[in-house]
């Protein structure tokens, strides 16, 4: 079967086709970063007119790709959620629309639940039931999956989510937007040793997250700091330095999280997807936590962590021989959806 995805969330129109024979057949992408980056932050009608814009051309292409037509289409799949409600309804209009006049099914996909689901893409891929840390610029949860659509979050973000600490965090330090992979590229020359940030939350019981205290202490250093800066190499170092010793203050409390409820569930598989799985740092961190206390973790390749239709793509194929398939008389966005729901 072949699975037409769409993902229009924010601000990535992502299409792709799955065949759940030959895997992934075609997959483009079309960024809005550039649009948004003059604004510091995703400006939703911008976002919803371009993906309006860019859509059914990225689907022709995306056929084009893998040499079909609508026709061959079994299934058309879509991100109903959570996310832009504008950008949410471009997608499933236009999802919605292809597979009526198609006359095949139509599913709606949870955003996360992409996520989620995107290291299936790899060839050395979990099974299910594992531990899953989902960091975006949305959401930080942790959570226990026994199988499709059987969600548990056992730890959620208190304030910002992972990604939108790296992303405030960038804008203090003057880097463009998104900033997590700046952060993460002017780590690399920085010493994680000069600041002490606070590692937010390891000092009690749970598995949830919180953000705004690191926030604050990150930004007061800076403005400590800065004004002391007498030259651009002082200030270049002060800027390398914060980032990196941030970028530590975040990757220790997420590692250190995920061992907390592998012990917990007694998981042995560790999925890490969503933007912030690329940080390299964070990737290395768990894999060497991994060796010495016995599990294994798996991420999406480097692509599939940001937004993408191949993870919506996949996760609408898995849906669809669940049979949750949605009438064609109804189209919805959920702005707001808890994984759990999917339950
Ligand atoms: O999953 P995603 O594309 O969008 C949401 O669903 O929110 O994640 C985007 C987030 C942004 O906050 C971005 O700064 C962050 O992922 N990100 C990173 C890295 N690459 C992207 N954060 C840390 N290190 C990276 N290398
Ligand atoms: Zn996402």
Same mark, same amino acid.
């Given at each position: 079967?072949?699975?037409?995805?769409?993902?229009?969330?924010?601000?990535?129109?992502?299409?792709?086709?799955?065949?759940?024979?030959?895997?992934?057949?075609?997959?483009?992408?079309?960024?809005?970063?550039?649009?948004?980056?003059?604004?510091?932050?995703?400006?939703?009608?911008?976002?919803?007119?371009?993906?309006?814009?860019?859509?059914?051309?990225?689907?022709?292409?995306?056929?084009?790709?893998?040499?079909?037509?609508?026709?061959?289409?079994?299934?058309?799949?879509?991100?109903?959620?959570?996310?832009?409600?504008?950008?949410?309804?471009?997608?499933?209009?236009?999802?919605?629309?292809?597979?009526?006049?198609?006359?095949?099914?139509?599913?709606?996909?949870?955003?996360?639940?992409?996520?989620? #689901? @995107?290291?299936?893409?790899?060839?050395?891929?979990?099974?299910?039931?594992?531990?899953? =840390?989902? &960091? $975006? *610029? /949305?959401?930080?949860?942790?959570?226990?999956?026994?199988?499709?659509?059987?969600?548990?979050?056992?730890?959620?973000?208190?304030?910002?989510?992972?990604?939108?600490?790296?992303?405030?965090?960038?804008?203090?330090?003057?880097?463009?937007?998104?900033?997590?992979?700046?952060?993460?590229?002017?780590?690399?020359?920085?010493?994680?040793?000069?600041?002490?940030?606070?590692?937010?939350?390891?000092?009690?019981?749970?598995?949830?997250?919180?953000?705004?205290?690191?926030?604050?202490?990150?930004?007061?250093?800076?403005?400590?700091?800065?004004?002391?800066?007498?030259?651009?190499?002082?200030?270049?170092?002060?800027?390398?330095?914060?980032?990196?010793?941030?970028?530590?203050?975040?990757?220790?409390? #997420? @590692?250190?999280?995920?061992?907390?409820?592998?012990?917990?569930?007694?998981?042995?598989? =560790?999925? &890490? $997807? *969503? /933007?912030?799985?690329?940080?390299?740092?964070?990737?290395?961190?768990?894999?060497?936590?991994?060796?010495?206390?016995?599990?294994?973790?798996?991420?999406?390749?480097?692509?599939?962590?940001?937004?993408?239709?191949?993870?919506?793509?996949?996760?609408?194929?898995?849906?669809?021989?669940?049979?949750?398939?949605?009438?064609?008389?109804?189209?919805?966005?959920?702005?707001?959806?808890?994984?759990?729901?999917?339950?």
């Amino acid at each position: 079967m072949k699975i037409l995805g769409i993902e229009s969330s924010c601000d990535e129109t992502g299409i792709a086709i799955y065949d759940t024979k030959a895997g992934l057949i075609a997959d483009q992408l079309y960024s809005q970063i550039e649009l948004h980056a003059q604004y510091g932050g995703v400006v939703p009608e911008l976002a919803s007119r371009d993906h309006v814009r860019k859509i059914v051309p990225l689907i022709q292409q995306t056929c084009d790709e893998a040499g079909l037509t609508l026709k061959d289409l079994d299934a058309v799949a879509y991100t109903a959620g959570p996310g832009l409600v504008g950008a949410l309804l471009v997608g499933a209009c236009v999802g919605k629309s292809i597979a009526w006049a198609l006359d095949k099914p139509a599913v709606e996909v949870h955003h996360m639940e992409g996520h989620l #689901l @995107a290291p299936l893409l790899e060839d050395d891929k979990p099974e299910f039931p594992f531990l899953c =840390l989902l &960091v $975006s *610029g /949305g959401h930080t949860l942790l959570v226990d999956v026994q199988a499709l659509g059987s969600y548990k979050i056992l730890g959620d973000t208190l304030d910002d989510a992972a990604g939108e600490a790296f992303d405030k965090t960038a804008k203090l330090l003057g880097l463009p937007y998104p900033g997590g992979r700046y952060i993460a590229a002017l780590a690399e020359q920085g010493d994680e040793k000069r600041f002490k940030f606070p590692r937010p939350m390891l000092n009690r019981p749970g598995l949830d997250f919180s953000f705004s205290g690191l926030k604050t202490a990150t930004r007061m250093t800076w403005e400590k700091h800065i004004v002391t800066c007498s030259n651009d190499a002082e200030k270049n170092q002060l800027q390398a330095d914060v980032a990196a010793s941030f970028q530590a203050a975040v990757i220790e409390t #997420l @590692a250190k999280k995920c061992l907390r409820a592998i012990e917990q569930t007694g998981h042995q598989q =560790l999925v &890490v $997807s *969503g /933007g912030v799985s690329a940080n390299t740092s964070l990737r290395e961190t768990l894999a060497q936590m991994g060796e010495v206390h016995h599990f294994k973790s798996f991420f999406p390749s480097m692509k599939y962590c940001t937004d993408n239709g191949a993870m919506i793509a996949v996760a609408g194929a898995m849906r669809f021989q669940h049979k949750d398939i949605k009438p064609h008389n109804l189209i919805k966005a959920y702005p707001r959806w808890s994984l759990e729901q999917l339950s």
